[in-house]
């Protein structure tokens, strides 16, 4: 029986570990923002963030954002991760999940196992989707940034993501889909889960990122049966065979809170 990566014994609130989603990564501060960040905290990139950097040069570019997106908007942002990617040790700081172990940079505590059942449980959440939902590439880090933070329950790290002009974070909206509550909080409990985003002193680049006009959004899963299920360890499981039992559906009385990011 494998754990999932245990908490560890935080000094504060603001040591969770965070997962950066594509929409995030893919926008104007993105990168920066993520760096600064990773210099400080453990930073998770998804594993479809990963898996875009990986297959640079064959991308279905149109596939790439959800229906009414630019997706050519999103390149020269793309192309600054991939160049990063390709030429530099710096994305080294981050933790991600590959398609098998030697493609994975996993922390201390976090096996394959652990890193498979996050694959599961991606393949599950998208499972509640509409059947036959064209699910877009931004939208397949948005799911495997939930699974992530769902396999990790107990340590409830934070995924930063951006707003949305017209309602709440695209990956809220990907949950209500599903039908699970994704609340925006307010006051007390939201300046907390900012300050769990950033940090009680954001890093400078962030700040001035945050001046400049980026408006992220701090998102946090609560999963309780996530914690059961992901000890449930299946030797010859591959992600593509996972079938829908509510016995072991990590999924099952989930919502999600979310708030922006205080500048």
Same mark, same amino acid.
């Given at each position: 029986?494998?754990?999932?990566?245990?908490?560890?014994?935080?000094?504060?609130?603001?040591?969770?570990?965070?997962?950066?989603?594509?929409?995030?990564?893919?926008?104007?501060?993105?990168?920066?923002?993520?760096?600064?960040?990773?210099?400080?905290?453990?930073?998770?990139?998804?594993?479809?963030?990963?898996?875009?950097?990986?297959?640079?040069?064959?991308?279905?570019?149109?596939?790439?954002?959800?229906?009414?997106?630019?997706?050519?908007?999103?390149?020269?942002?793309?192309?600054?991760?991939?160049?990063?990617?390709?030429?530099?040790?710096?994305?080294?700081?981050?933790?991600?999940?590959?398609?098998?172990?030697?493609?994975?940079?996993?922390?201390?505590?976090?096996?394959?196992?652990?890193?498979?059942?996050?694959?599961?449980?991606?393949?599950?959440?998208?499972?509640?989707?509409?059947?036959?939902?064209?699910?877009?590439?931004?939208?397949?880090?948005?799911?495997?940034? !939930? %699974? *992530? =933070? $769902?396999?990790?329950?107990? &340590? +409830?790290?934070?995924? /930063?993501?951006?707003?949305?002009?017209?309602?709440?974070?695209?990956?809220?909206?990907?949950?209500?889909?599903?039908?699970?509550?994704?609340?925006?909080?307010?006051?007390?409990?939201?300046?907390?889960?900012?300050?769990?985003?950033?940090?009680?002193?954001?890093?400078?680049?962030?700040? !001035? %990122? *945050? =001046? $400049?006009?980026?408006?992220? &959004? +701090?998102?946090?899963? /609560?999963?309780?049966?996530?914690?059961?299920?992901?000890?449930?360890?299946?030797?010859?499981?591959?992600?593509?065979?996972?079938?829908?039992?509510?016995?072991?559906?990590?999924?099952?009385?989930?919502?999600?809170?979310?708030?922006?990011?205080?500048?």
């Amino acid at each position: 029986m494998t754990l999932p990566l245990a908490a560890r014994a935080l000094g504060s609130e603001t040591d969770s570990d965070l997962i950066i989603d594509g929409r995030l990564a893919f926008s104007e501060h993105g990168l920066l923002i993520a760096l600064a960040l990773a210099e400080r905290r453990r930073c998770w990139l998804a594993q479809g963030l990963w898996a875009l950097l990986q297959r640079f040069e064959v991308i279905d570019y149109p596939d790439l954002a959800d229906p009414g997106e630019d997706a050519r908007a999103l390149l020269p942002r793309l192309r600054e991760w991939h160049a990063v990617w390709s030429a530099t040790t710096l994305l080294e700081r981050f933790c991600w999940i590959g398609d098998v172990l030697f493609e994975s940079h996993l922390p201390p505590g976090f096996d394959q196992s652990a890193a498979r059942r996050s694959q599961e449980f991606a393949a599950l959440l998208e499972r509640f989707l509409a059947p036959g939902t064209p699910v877009s590439s931004l939208g397949l880090c948005a799911r495997d940034s !939930l %699974a *992530l =933070a $769902a396999v990790n329950a107990i &340590a +409830a790290p934070v995924i /930063l993501t951006l707003t949305e002009p017209d309602g709440p974070p695209r990956m809220c909206r990907m949950l209500s889909a599903a039908g699970l509550d994704c609340v925006e909080i307010e006051g007390e409990q939201a300046a907390r889960l900012s300050r769990a985003g950033t940090g009680e002193a954001p890093p400078r680049p962030v700040g !001035l %990122a *945050l =001046a $400049a006009g980026a408006r992220l &959004a +701090a998102v946090c899963l /609560l999963a309780p049966r996530a914690v059961a299920a992901a000890l449930d360890d299946a030797p010859d499981f591959e992600p593509d065979d996972a079938e829908y039992s509510e016995e072991r559906d990590p999924w099952h009385g989930a919502s999600a809170f979310w708030c922006e990011v205080a500048s």
